[in-house]
């Protein structure tokens, strides 16, 4: 009987509770004057809020939360995210059951006001103990291509992505660094909206369609990072592209010293593309503007200022088996047609999950050794006992995120091939043999190494990107 009172107590304890959310919710609907609605999993509130008559915010106006406990919901979700500024929508990822998924996008009006809300509410304590944390978030409305045959021009594969899918805006082709007649083998596909993007993407999956009579690689490209208006003011540094392999640092130096003798600092060349760093910002947007659109030894070059990056996160990323120029605390540019690889990012620091928890942002690992005194004790323990924060490599990371998911450890298989210079260049394969829901269990670089550590390293980026993605949710 008493077992029979404590259920009926709890389910009355829940009622109770459900009617208060309730009974908050709407209030919170009464005094913003706000619209909420739930389908396809999340409930959306506001979007577009009351009396908005402009266009929806650009790009670079919304951030992901993550970690949020299951029983918060708008009625304090809102008011904290409030602090930052106007709220254009607010999507809560919802369960059946009605507890929230863990997660939410927040679209604020300004671009201003979501790096305020990363600033003040990344690592905000909504709970004790319960950390909550705030990133950028990009709809991405991009897609790579790969396996495209390279004699294809620009505009052959323009007409041919508008045949089979919807909404393409543009298409970005790479000319070949050795030969300028043919392209790279893969292309760029920008569509007008993220939902045209995914539409394409499901359209176009391996194993259903061909281009050309041939089978592609079709995954999501990697987002631009979005860098502040305040930092790219700062930028003296110009990234170039299309440059031919022969062309010298000292040709470029003198060809953008042409327009204003002695402004160019110095140039750091990488294959086909340099950075060109001038003493002063004019200069440097002068010299882009006359030298975009230039020929330099036959090359028709592609002239941008360059975005920074972070240091610590990219230093260990690499182009076409060259070291990644922020190596030498560079100005990068966010390229997103470099190399063979999807764009360049900062893969070396990815989101994890671990039982179910998103970490949108991980800590940067301490470098720094610290002498070892005579007589300090040391205590035996297993490396998965440690943090996350604890492993800068991929490899490490994906070994110690299967094992938190009670995984079997995640196996590699190496591949050569050989360039038109003799070198033989590798690419490697994972496969994470638990996965067995009918996602994606097989992640592969779509970039060649020079070393079987770095091919490695680059396939187990990829599954930590597709598993930060999708399996964290």
């Given at each position: ?28 609907l ?8 739930q ?13 908005w ?5 650009p ?13 918060i ?8 995210f409030e602090?930052?500024g ?20 927040v679209m604020?009006?300004?671009k201003?006001d ?38 294809k ?67 999501w490209?990697?987002p ?5 208006a ?37 140039v ?39 975005k ?46 671990l039982n179910?928890q ?44 299967c ?26 394969k ?19 190494c ?24």
């Amino acid at each position: 009987m008493n077992e029979e009172n404590s259920a009926a107590a709890s389910e009355s304890n829940k009622m109770r509770g459900d009617n208060q959310k309730a009974a908050s919710l709407l209030a919170l609907l009464d005094k913003t004057g706000y619209n909420m609605i739930q389908e396809n999993g999340q409930r959306k509130f506001g979007g577009p809020p009351p009396g908005w008559e402009r266009p929806p915010p650009p790009r670079g106006c919304e951030v992901f939360v993550g970690k949020i406990p299951r029983n918060i919901y708008e009625d304090e979700l809102v008011p904290l995210f409030e602090r930052a500024g106007k709220i254009y929508e607010l999507r809560l990822m919802m369960e059946f059951s009605g507890e929230n998924r863990g997660f939410a996008f927040v679209m604020y009006t300004t671009k201003e006001d979501a790096q305020l809300a990363i600033k003040i509410l990344n690592n905000y304590e909504i709970r004790p103990g319960r950390f909550i944390g705030v990133c950028i978030s990009l709809d991405n409305c991009r897609l790579f291509i790969g396996s495209i045959p390279r004699e294809k021009k620009k505009e052959e594969i323009l007409k041919e992505m508008k045949r089979i899918t919807e909404g393409v805006v543009d298409v970005i082709v790479c000319p070949d660094a050795t030969d300028r007649t043919k392209n790279r083998g893969f292309a760029f596909v920008e569509y007008e909206s993220h939902r045209a993007a995914a539409m394409a993407r499901r359209r176009l999956r391996p194993g259903t369609f061909q281009l050309w009579g041939r089978a592609v690689q079709v995954d999501w490209a990697c987002p631009e990072k979005e860098v502040d208006a305040e930092t790219m003011r700062r930028v003296k540094v110009l990234y170039v592209r299309n440059l031919m392999i022969s062309t010298t640092e000292d040709t470029i130096k003198a060809e953008f010293n042409k327009f204003k003798p002695r402004v160019v600092e110095r140039v750091k060349k990488l294959r086909d593309y340099a950075f060109v760093h001038f003493y002063n910002r004019e200069d440097a947007v002068a010299a882009m503007s006359v030298m975009n659109g230039k020929c330099i030894d036959g090359a028709t070059i592609e002239v941008t200022l360059a975005k920074p990056v972070n240091k610590e996160s990219t230093c260990k990323q690499h182009l076409n088996g060259h070291v990644n120029p922020c190596s030498e605390n560079l100005m990068e540019f966010g390229s997103r047609e470099d190399g063979h690889q999807k764009s360049v990012g900062k893969p070396a620091s990815l989101s994890l999950s671990l039982n179910g928890q998103h970490s949108p942002s991980s800590p940067e690992v301490e470098w720094y050794p610290y002498p070892f005194l005579p007589g300090v004790k040391l205590i035996p323990i297993s490396m998965y006992s440690l943090k996350s924060s604890y492993f800068s490599s991929a490899v490490m990371r994906l070994d110690y995120f299967c094992y938190k998911n009670n995984w079997l450890p995640p196996e590699y298989y190496l591949y050569s091939t050989t360039s038109q210079d003799g070198k033989v260049h590798l690419v490697c394969k994972v496969l994470i043999p638990s996965i067995a829901d009918g996602s994606q269990s097989c992640f592969m670089s779509h970039k060649l190494c020079t070393t079987v550590e770095d091919a490695r390293e680059l396939a187990a980026q990829m599954a930590l990107l597709h598993l930060g993605k999708h399996k964290c949710f």
